[in-house]
Nanobody, 124 residues
Framework: QVQLLESGGGLVQAGGSLRLSCAASGRTFSMYGMGWFRQAPGQEREFVATISAGGAATHYADSVQGRFTISRDNAKNLVYLQMNSLKPADTALYFC?????????????????WGQGTQVTVSS
């Protein structure tokens, strides 16, 4: 059983930055890809970013490419999402998730554990 706990959300003005963190339990964190997803009110949950087990490979949604950076610290069982140049459209509940395998994946079907989410609100 893996537990994921997100933190770092909050209220920020457009153009500002936030860094989300996700702490994972367990001894096998470094074996699995990780990802971030988000869900805005009234919308489906959508992919944001993913990173492979070793951290060498990353992939982003077009909407955040160039503004967000995903990273991980396998020694500390942490995954991060640095969010810069935030827009009101980035307002959502952000979820951390663990991949079923070592590659980073963009489909929800490839994830087996999810956190409870952390709220990000960007004001205009």
């Amino acid at each position: 059983q893996v537990q994921l706990l997100e933190s770092g959300g909050g209220l920020v003005q457009a153009g500002g930055s936030l860094r989300l963190s996700c702490a994972a339990s367990g001894r096998t964190f470094s074996m699995y890809g990780m990802g971030w997803f988000r869900q805005a009110p009234g919308q489906e949950r959508e992919f944001v970013a993913t990173i492979s087990a070793g951290g060498a490979a990353t992939h982003y949604a077009d909407s955040v490419q160039g503004r967000f950076t995903i990273s991980r610290d396998n020694a500390k069982n942490l995954v991060y999402l640095q969010m810069n140049s935030l827009k009101p459209a980035d307002t959502a509940l952000y979820f951390c998730a663990k991949c079923r395998g070592g590659a980073g994946m963009a489909s929800e079907d490839d994830y087996d554990y999810w956190g409870q989410g952390t709220q990000v609100t960007v004001s205009s």
